[in-house]
C-alpha cells in the first residue's frame, strides 16, 4: 500500500509561486494513478489536479488551469504540484491521494475515487 507523504506546504503572498511534494512508500508506485486535492475550514475536500499512470494524462479543476501544474517522477516514486500566481482563494490543506486500479491511461478525476490518503499539508496565501 503506498503511504502517501507531502511536503512543501508554507505561507505565502499572492502572486508567489510554491511547489508541494508527494512521495510514496510503495515500490509500485507506477500501478497507481496520482492526485491533488484541497480542503478549506467549513468546505467540502475538492479536486485540484490528477495524473495518470504514465504521467501523460491530467486533469484540472477549473479554478487553477493554467496556474497549476502537476507531474511525476516514477523513478521517484513521487508526485509534484507546481503552484504559480497563488491567489488567497488557494488557501487550504492540500492532500495527495493514490488511485490503484484502471488503465493506465485513465485519469480519474473523482475524490472518491481515490483509496490512499496523506495527512495533508497547509498552503496559506495571505499578505
Known amino acids: 500500500q503506498p503511504l502517501p507523504v507531502e511536503s512543501g506546504g508554507g505561507l505565502v503572498q499572492p502572486g508567489e509561486s510554491l511547489r508541494l511534494s508527494c512521495v510514496t512508500s510503495t515500490s509500485t508506485f507506477s500501478y497507481f494513478a496520482m492526485g491533488w486535492f484541497r480542503q478549506a475550514p467549513g468546505r467540502e475536500r475538492d479536486v485540484v489536479a490528477t495524473i495518470n499512470k504514465r504521467g501523460d494524462g491530467t486533469y484540472y479543476a477549473d479554478s487553477v488551469r493554467g496556474r497549476f501544474t502537476i507531474s511525476r517522477d516514477n523513478a521517484k516514486k513521487t508526485v509534484y504540484l507546481q503552484m504559480d500566481s497563488l491567489e488567497p482563494e488557494d488557501t487550504a490543506v492540500y492532500y495527495c491521494?493514490?488511485?490503484?486500479?484502471?488503465?493506465?491511461?485513465?485519469?480519474?478525476?473523482?475524490?472518491?475515487?481515490?483509496?490512499?490518503w496523506g495527512q495533508g499539508t497547509q498552503v496559506t496565501v495571505s499578505s
Open positions: 491521494a493514490a488511485k490503484s486500479g484502471g488503465s493506465t491511461s485513465y485519469v480519474p478525476s473523482n475524490v472518491a475515487e481515490y483509496d490512499y
